[in-house]
């Protein structure tokens, strides 16, 4: 009976290029257990690898080529990057989407990174106003406040004030600049 190899190192002196560990491999199914010393061991080979044999794993790994211009540094962390997700688990959906959006702001020129409250869909936002207490449930797609449905808190805000407000300022979610401010010098 023959000892186990490793089936990347084999490759490896055959000529062929090592294997990309992680295909078939998830969040819940993690390739052969692989533990953190590992993963570690493998990211350490990544920077004894050729270019060639880089972008054969990048092939492997993405069914395409890797961008051109891409530095050999940059591939190698990306390659460990997937090592590592493969065996820790990527990020949540929740997460992606939410850096997407981020990403799309600073596209465009906003103002802060600063993500502040990120409501759940379901929650029940509650503002007295006037005597009045307004409710707005948190949806998926949006807000609704009596019956309709509104892209945004501030068309909320002024719909119930007449006049231009931030929504989420108006509804509690954010700190003035001011109060902030305040709160950290201990007035």
Known sequence: MKPPTDDALARQHSGGPSRVPGRGGNRTNRPGGAGIAE???????LVDRSTHELRLAWRQLHRTGPPQGLSRDLLI?????????????G????????LQTLAGEFERGGASFDPGVVL???????????????????????????????????????????????????????????????AETGR
């Open 77 to 89: 962390r990306a390659l460990a990057n997937q090592l590592q997700e493969q065996t820790h688990g």
């Open 120 to 182: 759940k869909t379901g929650t029940t936002l509650v503002r007295q106003w006037r005597g009045h207490a307004h409710t707005v449930v948190v949806r998926e797609d949006g807000f609704e406040y009596e019956g309709e449905r509104y892209r945004s808190l501030t068309v909320i805000a002024e719909r119930i004030t007449g006049a231009h407000w931030s929504g989420p300022r108006f509804f509690g979610l954010t700190k003035r600049a001011g109060a902030s401010a305040g």
């Open 91 to 98: 990020a949540s959906g929740a997460l992606q989407r939410r």
């Open 39 to 45: 993963v570690d061991r493998q990211i350490g080979e």
